[in-house]
């Protein structure tokens, strides 16, 4: 049974460019949430998707999007990248209705760097 | 805004020694969660508690959540070198799927 997976794993970009992340959920879990955690620092929560459409949304720019596919996948977007943006995106499924209950299951992250 | 103020940011202890933090949150939480992040790992789950009051153990860890749903600790029992990293609660505010976390508690075993 695999757990979140989440790709790439690393990533180096300049200011201005985009990225896009990706991401699978813990088998049977059908709500995808994402998360920015800077060095040292808690997971701050950038937005959630439940069947294919964002359910909540934290205190992030619209230069940050996402997407939710029919097998419950996600991506993340970033347009624009700004140098405050380098940090560990994490990718937490999870199913509202089941054995897991709320309990976020995260993936390693992709550790995302901007020069 | 919503906040949850997690204490200490840093808590170094000789092994065997016990290990405590703390969280407070702004406004009352339907429920908390406690998770570990190891150094360069992902956060893992370990506990939710929901009910007002409520302690939970799993060994040598003890969770609390206070009477008024909205501060909640988790102390650990002779610390071991495995019990190594940083420790958050996290919250959520009623009919909000957003979970609010504390900044975490590092603890740091010295040798």
Avoid at chain 2, 53 to 67: A, S, Y
Wanted: aromatic share 12%.
């Amino acid at each position: 049974d695999a757990g979140v997976t989440q790709s790439p794993t690393h990533l180096i970009k300049t200011r201005g460019q985009q990225v896009t992340l990706r991401c699978s959920p813990k088998s049977g879990h059908d709500t995808v949430s994402w998360y920015q955690q800077a060095l040292g620092q808690g997971p701050q929560f950038i937005f959630q998707y439940y069947e294919e459409e964002e359910r909540q949304r934290g205190n992030f720019p619209d230069r940050f999007s996402g997407h939710q596919f029919p097998n419950y996948s996600s991506e993340l977007n970033v347009n624009a990248l700004l140098l405050g943006d380098s940090a560990l995106y994490l990718c937490a499924s999870s199913e509202l209705w089941g054995d897991d209950g709320e309990k976020l299951f995260f993936g390693s992250g992709t550790q995302l760097s901007v020069l | 805004g919503q906040q949850v103020m997690q204490i200490p940011q840093y808590q170094h202890v000789q092994e065997g020694e016990d290990f405590t933090t703390y969280c407070n949150s702004s406004t009352t939480l339907s429920n908390i969660q406690w998770y570990k992040q190891r150094p360069g790992g992902h956060p893992v789950f370990l506990i939710q508690l929901v009910k007002s009051g409520e302690v939970k153990k799993q060994k040598r860890l003890t969770f609390q959540f206070g009477e008024a749903k909205k501060n909640s600790s988790l102390h650990i029992t002779a610390t071991q070198t495995t019990d190594v990293g940083t420790y958050f609660c996290a919250g959520h505010m009623d009919s909000n799927y957003q979970l609010i976390w504390g900044a975490g508690t590092k603890l740091i075993i010295k040798p």
